[in-house]
């Protein structure tokens, strides 16, 4: 299945975007992604397309504010970083999309309120109440008040369990890689891309490391490609770094992996 045909056939797209991706090379928020990001956006949602994004970054943000504390480590500092840097993320957000007379909502997320049935209606109705109006939900995990044994412990996790929750027609993860290798590009030069995985239990693959700024790493956008597979929810994971990535990708030229339930390659194969 084509990449640019599956996103013009899906409606409801959710869009997540690591903090590899936010980040410039100094460490603060990349508003020039920002700002192509959201002029894609845009030409989604002209095509009537609906778009939640997952955003990480917070502490990013934060440290574009307070630089002095950019060496604690200390989880209150941490915490109390996110809680500068999430009002940060979300002006730097508010900004981007305001050149496209587009409003924002933030929604603040832990797992606790997907363990709640309650909490989860609301936030499944929260979700649709705001798309339907044209606003874009921009989720993030409640870093200020996580322990770990409320975290949901990374944003690929959060962005497959809202995809679930939105019942999304796509699940797009943007980090610092083209796709799923066979091996660790940056480690080895003979690694070569999937573009179509079907089958995540035959994958033998030496899982890679989280990057400096994010808490995620290849075996985490696996388990979330499994997760809403399982929904029948197909996953692209390409590399961000591109403000047109959104374009790129809708044109077909974009290097990515696509990841399909396996009952899709049948539905796809004509013998």
């Not at 933030?106 to 797992?111: A, G, S, V």
Request: hydrophobic share 45%; with cysteine; net charge negative.
């Amino acid at each position: 299945m084509c990449i640019a045909q599956l996103i013009a056939d899906s409606r409801k797209i959710v869009i997540k975007i690591g903090s590899s991706t936010l980040a410039a090379q100094d460490g603060t928020v990349n508003t020039a992604f920002l700002d192509g990001f959201s002029a894609g956006v845009a030409t989604l949602l002209k095509k009537n397309k609906q778009v939640v994004i997952v955003s990480s970054g917070a502490q990013i943000a934060g440290l574009s504010i307070l630089k002095k504390w950019s060496r604690k480590r200390d989880i209150h500092y941490r915490q109390a970083l996110c809680a500068v840097g999430q009002v940060e993320l979300m002006r730097t957000w508010s900004q981007a999309f305001a050149k496209h007379g587009l409003h924002i909502g933030q929604i603040l997320l832990t797992r606790d309120d997907f363990d709640d049935s309650s909490r989860t209606l609301h936030m499944r109705n929260t979700l649709f109440t705001l798309v339907d109006e044209g606003i874009i939900p921009i989720i993030n995990e409640n870093d200020t008040v996580c322990v770990d044994e409320i975290k949901i412990g990374d944003n690929d996790t959060l962005a497959a369990q809202s995809a679930v929750l939105w019942s999304a027609d796509l699940l797009i993860i943007l980090s610092d890689i083209d796709g799923l290798y066979t091996k660790n590009p940056k480690e080895f030069p003979d690694a070569q891309i999937l573009t179509e995985v079907y089958d995540l239990s035959s994958l033998h693959i030496a899982l890679g490391t989280p990057g400096a700024f994010g808490t995620g790493g290849i075996a985490t956008k696996l388990s979330a490609a499994e997760q809403v597979l399982s929904y029948g929810i197909p996953l692209v994971l390409t590399n961000g770094s591109s403000g047109r990535i959104l374009e790129s990708l809708a044109e077909g030229t974009q290097q990515a992996t696509l990841f399909l339930a396996a009952a899709e390659k049948s539905s796809a194969d004509p013998n």
